[in-house]
């Protein structure tokens, strides 16, 4: 029995021992945390994705509550859990969080392989940065994409992929959470965050060179030459003319599409338009139009050859 | 890659004069094994488009890992050998560059784990027909290990003298392929310290730490053998010159692999003196590989602007 | 003359010094002469002719932008055809001043005679007058760099200068023209190294040569000691060990004086050194005692496939274009077309790209030098580490800006990388690493910019 009871007594000593330590440690090393941080990271998916930047959503729980003591939310969003989450968190924080509109990625150049071609060979790191800091790049258009991928490696939702056959990337917008990661990838600031639209529709133009006309068609046939058309034809002021490139104000764009009959290049892109019923005069034969699914302007391209 | 390989060519031409078809068998076979893994892996599990078997890196994972085994080593152990080596030491860790152990002595050390007894029957030398069946013998290392054990001294007048040593030619001598010869791997060494494959700072650092310590250790007490044979038995030659300044699995400054040398060869001698295996250079360099990163990331070359302005 | 050379690192590439014995030829003249307004560090300059004015040689047609610019003169006369963008030496369409030129018309206030005027001879050059002289008329570092001179001769109140160091290093390869401005115009360097020491108020100087110039060295340092033994000035020929990137001004300053720039902010002028090119130092005796603002320069045109690689006296603005002809045209096949030299200089897409200040060579690389190699895996060898000139460990600063840990970055001394090259000259894997480095230290130069604005 004796040696029952001094197994029993030592163990228990130990496990006594252990625990007054622990006691103490838990409480002189103790580290202070908002009690907040832990209630709104009650309220987020849980799922530690990290589409909102941070490692967890205990990540994105302190920013918010940071941001909430700095007097701003801004640039937090959960895109798992999207606004209604957001607008739970944004209540229990005390603050207001604007009214988003559904957002996605939109990659405004169209200089495909056909349209912008090649003028000489880069050899080295395959990195739009890199390639961006060497030169205009293998083509004469200084401001086009340069076809890397340096957007579709900073994707983390599989949104975004290089098409091989024209060489610029595609948003897929069914992933796209408008998380901002390709647009600040970008050197050349070609990817933007623009309103998704009705039903997905939308307008932009297709460009962002700043060259003078007849330079940026010497490079690319797509390209904008700021002639002012289009700025002419909008209702709405939509359109403005800056630095020989047009620009389309997605608050103010009222899916008319007027703009993009009228230009000479066809540099103005409607993305998820029905087809035009044909009609019965053949003076139109170029009103750029896609089926349903996502957007994809090699098509357009085509059809309007 | 195909210099160090070019400088491993004495010791091979050595190894088949000192043990005949033995040594061809297992070298050919080690090589072949690892060659044939290191594409399969890369092939059809890792489904890379292009191998990287013609860099040379396998087919000098093979020499090492056959200079590392006795010469009577059936086929299926040796071909275990190259599976481990290359499987684990190095595709496992991300292939070429991405290793974190020397892969042949990751090898080594799974089938001295493995098949101990195999791993320690060594045959002797002069046995040029012989495989399977060679006689064995005891190695440098076996009897030094005997003094200790016994604590008798004498024991080690069994030791061959320096001069067999260091050309490999004792009669009775018996050890690993690669190791038997002190003088063909040196001429190894001349060649890479001439093309500027390798620096000196690690081979040196290792051999002379041995060499101090093992030193000290035999002033102190007779039972340890004298410092010259330390240095010239098992596998102190070839571990200093071709497995430890493997550049993947060393420092990447100087001063770092002279650290990196001085505990290589401390931790051989300690191994060897109070250890239970006779042989401690392989593990004396796979645990320093386990600190490498940690030596690079705390040795740091000395930056430009740290000298102060003389006024 | 023990020969001195810098501590860590280096390497030692081909020289290819096709043209060290061609004599430099005058480049004809462009039909259109292209002036970019940005050929210098600091603010671009601005344009003060329009559409249609009538400019002669040595006519100011743009005016230094802010403190930190210089003005941009005329090298040729002619009318002004446009104030346009067109692609320059940094691969993009930048503002530039398109002139065409009629006849060869220079400004009377340019004194184009041959005497060498000596400063002893012009008690009027005070340093002050120097440094002005050196100002308005525009000149420029013309190593490449293109820091404006005068800026370097006054040092800010924290840093007291103690000497001038002529950088005739040209350790680059292929490039000839500083060699051949010695050979050609050696007294008129030493008026300017004497003006440079003047300007900035020090009496030591020194001239850093490197071993595989001795007919230069020879000659520097006898007329050295015919000018300067006896006067207030103690000045130096320094035979420096061929080792790339000995021209480095930091390896120079290392070599010259023994005396190790710390990391940036610091400039050479912390270590009491002001460094200047040679040709600088040229431009500076023609500036302040002929009244020649820049305008041209001597420029390498070199490759292994040009017919005729040669040296030119070259008035800034002609298209590259022009000089290749001269030397035999465009090779066939395979061309990659170099502003400046293989180690540092800048792959351009355009022949039309113009000669500027800081264009010390066009250099042609053909067939399969042009071309750059697969990448392999890197093994770690620690040759990068062991060439690097500022003691990096180039390896770790590649990788970590792949993945793009700035932090780790910074804390490596990615911003001390001087981007010599010879960390991707050594690699034997041929990894990108250079490239990957100057990604990392532009955005940690950038962070640390943005933090320093934020206080």
């Known amino acids: 029995m004796n040696f029952i009871l001094i197994a029993v007594a030592v163990l228990g000593g130990i496990g006594l021992i252990a625990a007054i330590v622990l006691y103490v440690c838990s409480k002189k090393f103790a580290v202070y945390e908002d009690p907040r941080i832990a209630q709104v990271t009650e309220l987020l998916p849980g799922a530690n994705c990290g589409g909102c930047g941070f490692a967890g959503c205990g990540g994105l729980a302190d920013a918010l509550v940071k941001g909430a003591d700095a007097g701003s939310l801004d640039g937090l969003k959960c895109p798992v859990g999207g606004q209604e989450v957001m607008g739970k968190v944004a209540d229990l924080l005390g603050m207001a969080i604007a009214n988003g509109e559904p957002m996605v990625a939109v990659v405004r150049c169209n200089g495909t392989c056909d349209l912008r071609p090649k003028i000489a060979e880069y050899s080295g790191l395959r990195s739009c940065a890199a390639m961006n800091a060497c030169g205009a790049g293998e083509t004469a258009c200084g401001f086009g994409c340069l076809g890397c991928g340096d957007c579709v490696a900073a994707c983390q939702f599989d949104a975004i992929h290089m098409n091989p056959e024209t060489g610029l990337p595609e948003v897929d917008e069914e992933k796209c959470t408008s ?31 700043k060259d003078k006309g007849p330079v940026a068609m010497k490079a690319c046939k797509a390209a904008c030459i700021g002639c002012g058309k289009c700025e002419k034809e909008c209702k709405f002021g939509a359109i403005t003319i800056e630095g020989n490139v047009s620009y389309i104000d997605f608050n103010k764009c009222r899916l008319c599409r007027k703009c993009v009959e009228a230009c000479p290049t066809k540099a103005i892109h409607a993305v998820n338009f029905p087809a035009p019923k044909p009609k019965p005069v053949d003076s139109a034969p170029n009103t750029p139009s896609t089926p349903n699914d996502s957007s994809n302007p090699k098509v357009e391209k085509e059809e309007q050859a | ?55 040379g890196s396998a087919v000098l994972t093979g020499l090492l890992l056959g200079f590392n085994l006795p010469s009577n080593l059936p086929i299926w152990i040796i071909i275990i050998g190259a599976l481990f080596a290359i499987g684990v030491g190095k595709m496992t860790f991300g292939g070429l560059g991405n290793n974190l152990f020397n892969p042949a002595l990751v090898g080594r050390a799974a089938l001295l784990v493995a098949f101990p007894a195999q791993m320690t029957t060594w045959p002797k030398v002069g046995q040029l027909t012989s495989y399977l069946d060679a006689e ?53 060494l001349a060649y890479m310290l001439w093309k500027k494959i390798i620096t000196w700072h690690i081979p040196v650092s290792i051999i002379c730490t041995v060499f101090v310590f093992a030193g000290l250790m035999h002033l102190a007490n007779p039972i340890y053998a004298d410092p010259v044979s330390v240095i010239l038995s098992g596998g102190l030659m070839l571990g200093a010159i071709f497995m430890a300044t493997d550049y993947v699995t060393s420092p990447m400054t100087p001063k770092g692999q002279l650290i990196y040398g001085v505990a290589i060869g401390f931790l051989t001698v300690v191994i060897r003196n109070w250890g239970a295996y006779p042989e401690g250079m392989s593990f004396a360099i796979l645990i320093m590989n386990a600190f490498t990163p940690l030596i690079n990331t705390y040795v740091k070359p000395k930056r430009f602007g740290e000298v102060p302005a003389k006024k | 003359m023990n020969v001195r050379t810098f501590r860590i690192g280096g390497i030692h590439p081909e020289e290819n010094k096709l043209t060290h014995e061609v004599e430099t030829k005058v480049a004809a003249l462009p039909k259109q002469a292209i002036f970019p307004l940005s050929q210098h560090i600091g603010a671009p300059a601005k344009p003060v002719v329009a559409k249609g004015d009538k400019v002669k040689v040595g006519t100011m047609i743009a005016e230094a932008g802010g403190f930190v610019s210089a003005p941009i003169f005329s090298s040729v006369s002619g009318t002004v055809f446009k104030i346009d963008t067109a692609i320059d030496a940094t691969g993009y369409r930048k503002p530039v001043i398109i002139i065409n030129v009629e006849g060869d018309e220079w400004e009377e206030s340019i004194d184009r005679s041959d005497k060498l005027e000596t400063v002893e001879a012009h008690p009027e050059l005070t340093p002050e007058e120097i440094v002005n002289r050196i100002k308005d008329a525009g000149v420029v570092g013309m190593g490449g760099a293109c820091f404006p001179t005068f800026i370097k001769l006054t040092p800010p109140p924290t840093a007291k200068a103690e000497c001038v160091i002529i950088n005739a290093v040209e350790c680059e390869p292929y490039i000839t023209a500083d060699y051949r401005l010695m050979m050609e115009h050696a007294d008129e360097i030493l008026i300017g190294l004497e003006l440079l020491m003047k300007g900035a108020k020090v009496t030591t100087g020194y001239i850093g040569i490197e071993t595989n110039k001795p007919k230069a060295i020879e000659l520097l340092a006898q007329k050295c000691a015919e000018k300067f033994n006896g006067s207030a000035y103690q000045v130096e020929v320094v035979p420096l060990k061929q080792r790339y990137p000995q021209g480095g001004e930091k390896q120079l300053v290392d070599a010259v004086i023994r005396r190790q720039v710390p990391a940036p902010p610091a400039i050479p002028v912390n270590v009491g050194a002001i460094v200047q090119n040679v040709g600088t130092a040229f431009a500076v005796y023609e500036a302040v005692m002929k009244h020649k603002p820049l305008f041209e320069r001597y420029t390498t045109v070199t490759g292994k496939r040009l017919a005729n690689p040669g040296n030119f006296l070259v008035r800034m603005g002609t298209p590259m274009k022009d000089l290749i002809e001269a030397c035999g045209g465009m090779p066939e096949g395979d061309n990659k077309l170099l502003a400046g030299g293989p180690m540092m200089g800048k792959a351009l897409t355009s022949v039309e790209v113009p000669i500027c200040k800081g264009t010390n060579s066009v250099t042609i690389i053909s067939g399969d030098e042009a071309v750059r190699k697969e990448p392999q895996p890197c093994i770690r060898c620690a040759k990068c580490v062991s060439v690097c ?10 990788k970590l800006a792949a993945v793009q840990n700035w932090e780790r970055s910074e804390h490596e001394d990615v911003v001390s990388c001087i981007e010599c090259g010879s960390c991707q000259f050594t690699c034997p894997a041929h990894r990108p690493l250079l490239d990957n480095i100057r990604m990392g230290k532009s955005t940690v130069m950038g962070i640390i910019r943005s933090r320093a604005a934020k206080k």
């Open chain 2, 136 to 188: 064995t013998g005891a190695t440098p290392l076996a009897i030094m290990k005997e003094a200790i054990k016994s604590g008798d001294a004498s024991v080690l007048d069994k030791l061959p003298d320096s001069m067999s040593l260091f050309l490999g030619n004792h009669p009775d001598g018996a050890g690993a392929m690669g190791e038997i010869c002190a003088l063909a791997l040196l001429l190894g």
């Open chain 1, 179 to 209: 998380c901002g990661a390709c647009v600040k990838a970008c050197p050349r600031h070609i990817i933007e965050l623009r309103k998704k639209g009705v039903k997905g529709r939308r307008v932009f133009v297709s460009c962002v060179n």
């Open chain 2, 1 to 55: 890659m195909y210099g160090v390989i070019i400088a491993l060519l004495p010791a091979l031409l050595v190894s088949f004069y000192f043990f005949g078809i033995g040594s061809a068998i297992v070298c050919a076979t080690s090589v072949a094994a690892c060659v044939l893994f290191e594409w399969a892996i890369n092939k059809f599990m890792l489904k890379n488009e292009r191998t990287t078997i013609c860099d």
């Open chain 3, 389 to 398: 000139p500022m003691g990096l460990e180039p390896y770790l600063l590649a």
